[in-house]
């Protein structure tokens, strides 16, 4: 029998439990209090109560941004999902050149956000933009109100799917082919064993990608900063964007504080859901 | 040890808008923190190419005073946000560049020495319209550097092709039509050759514009506004240009380019402020109205590819209004001090023709100061350029934005401007929601 000595393991954990505390436990109490204060920076903060949630509330700005940042996860996420699913199911079945294909798709995913937001702005650019140029038409991708969020959500897919490709790779090689096999035997075609097998198999990875696409969805920030900063007509100011503004523009730290706990409680809300209904799913065991 | 509110900015930087902070690039260059010792000082600026003219300038300080001065240049698009994190946390530089839109939310919370306590001798000699942009309250809070006004860069080869003068260029917004249009219609020609109005004329094919017709508020949108006798700010500092004579102008400026098809899309130039900048060094634009801030990148960027000049920027019915608008040095008031000798030393330099005389040398922009100014002019005179038309320019003018967090009261204004340029929103409907929604920023 192993006896548990607590010191020991009170002071393995304490390096983690420190940065745990310090950089996330303490500033998200610190954001709480600071969202009911007055506070530009520069000057000494004062108390004002619940008044910047009544101020974000009653202004629609924040409204607002929450149905953008819905909008672009609804959009975003279930493409990237769908994507990256289709991409490992033809990159895991180690075709020529399959290995070139898996960096290349990966490339997007690990350059800056904010560097692939300005190349982006240059590919979109109305006039001069390579897109225009490649399809013949003057289309205004980021300053259309109809079209610009869309755009934003199509470079958050490209940048993604090649990230979320290499999670359903990993999962799609611990199925055992002797479980497609036999379901070829009992004349199942592709689809029913894409549905049926590979889709179920896959839960707990999707389970996984899902939680972490969302909450990424709605913490995206440098991407869209870079490609419209929330413009136009703040069709494009997911909620991020919003704290930035009213943070680093308005200089109204509470009230950007008090859009980040509102974030934060969503957040937590979110992914208790998606637990609760990815737990009532069956988990098939392949060992 | 940290002091208290050091470390409650440091945690709400991270933690209150950790989520946008952790997208921003560090704060950690440009505050006190940069090679300091007992007797260096820091100086912080937002213009890349100001920085060896303050170089130049600063080791004169240094022989005469002993007190070295570290420079770091924080870039524009992060300086103010950086600049309210340090002086927070107590972390701002010695001394720094102000523009008026920001120093008063500065000078209110006592983060600025009071000039009028420092510098005693030769303030007859600054540009008094930049001293007046900084005088608040019975003090002067910041040391002018620099000032610009604002003129109209020309394409020689263009306008005299096309049997124009710049300097006749008058607009009216009440007019069926006016010098500008007439000129803009002569300048703007599409692939086929024809210009605006021409049976065939395709908008979208344009290879050449007149004119720089933008979302700009000090070099187009404060200048036509003043020009049509409309007020940018009342007496309040509140914001008051949603008035006819604002609503007419600005519509004129946005029929520019939605209408009359003279100027650049705004879809190109609302993601780009400096698209039309680059249209003119290109060769496709043919009048560009901006300010000294963009002589050295047009010099530059022209080379010899043809001839261009400056002429004086288009006039209105109330006259030819340019926004001038100064840069100062200000002292931090929060600075220890062993430090606080060396800062006003170092604001007195500044002040002086010598001080400031680098800034005109090296071609950077017009010294404040009325002794160095002729060096800006014969750096460029020396290059075949006459800026004296900026000089002209401060004869009739229009102030720049001023008041507490004007600057976050533009941020707010801007994106409806821009919808204006566009062509979403008319004039009647955007302004008075600009200026609503610009207001409620800066209460």
């Not at chain 2, 800034?359 to 100061?369: K, R, W």
């Amino acid at each position: 029998m192993i006896r548990t000595r607590p010191l020991t393991a009170y002071l393995l954990v304490a390096p983690s439990l420190l940065g745990v505390t310090a950089f996330l436990i303490l500033p998200v109490v610190l954001a709480f209090a600071v969202s009911l204060m007055q506070w530009d920076l520069i000057g000494a903060p004062t108390f004002v109560g619940l008044d910047n949630y009544a101020a974000l509330l009653e202004g629609g700005s924040l409204g607002n941004s929450l149905l953008v940042t819905a909008v672009f996860t609804l959009i975003s996420v279930p493409v990237t999902l769908a994507l990256g699913l289709l991409l490992a199911t033809q990159l895991v079945r180690a075709l020529p050149g399959s290995a070139l294909v898996r960096v290349i798709v990966v490339i997007p995913w690990v350059c800056a956000p904010l560097a692939i937001g300005v190349v982006w702005t240059w590919i979109f650019q109305p006039s001069t933009g390579a897109l225009n140029a490649l399809i013949g038409h003057r289309i205004e991708w980021l300053t259309s109100p109809t079209l610009a969020l869309p755009a934003v959500a199509f470079v958050a897919i490209w940048q993604n799917v090649g990230y979320v490709s290499l999670f359903f790779q990993a999962g799609l090689s611990r199925i055992p082919d002797s479980i497609y096999e036999a379901a070829e035997l009992d004349g199942a075609g592709p689809w029913r064993r894409l549905v049926s097998m590979t889709i179920p198999l896959l839960r707990p990875t999707t389970f996984f990608l899902a939680v972490t696409q969302v909450v990424a969805s709605f913490q995206v920030f440098d991407t869209i900063y870079a490609l419209t900063g929330g413009g136009p007509q703040h069709r494009t100011e997911v909620i991020a964007a919003l704290i930035y503004s009213e943070g680093f523009t308005a200089f109204r730290l509470g009230r950007a504080s008090a859009a980040a706990v509102i974030l934060f409680v969503i957040l937590v809300v979110i992914t208790v859901v998606q637990q609760r209904w990815f737990a009532k799913r069956i988990t098939y065991d392949m060992s | 040890m940290l002091s208290r509110r050091r470390l409650l900015t440091a945690l709400a930087a991270t933690g209150a808008v950790g989520t946008a902070a952790a997208c921003s690039p560090s704060s950690s260059n440009g505050g006190g923190d940069d090679g300091e010792d007992a007797k260096t000082l820091t100086f912080r600026l937002w213009d890349e190419t100001a920085k060896p003219a303050y170089e130049e300038s600063f080791q004169a300080f240094t022989e005469k005073t002993g007190w070295k001065v570290a420079i770091t240049v924080v870039p524009w698009d992060e300086y103010w946000k950086t600049l309210s994190l340090d002086v927070g946390s107590s972390e701002a530089a010695d001394v720094y560049w102000m523009n008026s839109a920001n120093f008063v939310q500065f000078q209110e919370s006592g983060n600025l020495m009071n000039i009028n306590d420092v510098v005693t001798e030769g303030r007859d000699k600054w540009v008094k319209s930049v001293v007046d942009l900084y005088t608040r309250d019975g003090g002067l809070w910041g040391v002018p550097q620099l000032w610009d006004s604002i003129a109209l860069y020309y394409n020689k080869n263009l306008t005299d092709a096309a049997g124009i003068d710049p300097a006749s260029l008058r607009f009216d917004p009440a007019a069926p039509t006016d010098a500008l249009r007439d000129a803009g219609r002569a300048l703007t020609l599409d692939q086929g050759g024809k210009h605006p109005g021409d049976e065939g004329f395709d908008p979208n094919t344009r290879t050449q514009f007149a004119f720089n017709a933008q979302a700009d508020r000090q070099a187009i949108i404060g200048p036509f506004l003043a020009s049509n006798g409309a007020q940018w700010q009342d007496a309040d500092e509140k914001y008051s240009f949603a008035s006819a004579e604002g609503i007419a102008a600005f519509q004129y400026a946005a029929d520019l380019v939605n209408v009359q098809q003279i100027a650049p899309s705004a879809a190109d130039t609302n993601e780009n402020g400096d698209f039309t900048r680059d249209l003119f060094t290109q060769g496709k634009l043919a009048l560009f109205q901006s300010g000294p801030y963009n002589v050295k990148n047009i010099a530059e960027g022209v080379g010899d590819t043809f001839a261009w000049g400056i002429a004086p920027l288009v006039a209105g019915p109330a006259g030819g209004k340019s926004v001038i608008h100064g840069v100062v040095a200000v002292g931090n008031a929060r600075a220890g001090d062993e430090k606080k000798e060396g800062i006003q030393e170092l604001l007195r330099w500044l002040g002086t023709a010598d001080g400031q005389r680098p800034l005109g040398t090296q071609g950077v922009a017009f010294p404040a100061h009325a002794d160095a100014q002729g060096a800006f002019v014969e750096h460029w005179s020396g290059k075949g350029v006459d800026v004296q038309q900026f000089i002209t320019a401060t004869n009739d003018t229009t102030p720049a934005d001023r008041g507490a967090k004007s600057n976050a009261g533009l941020e707010a204004a801007m994106p409806i401007f821009q919808e204006i340029f566009i062509g979403r929103l008319s004039a009647a409907d955007g302004l008075p929601a600009a200026q609503e929604a610009g207001n409620e920023a800066m209460a």
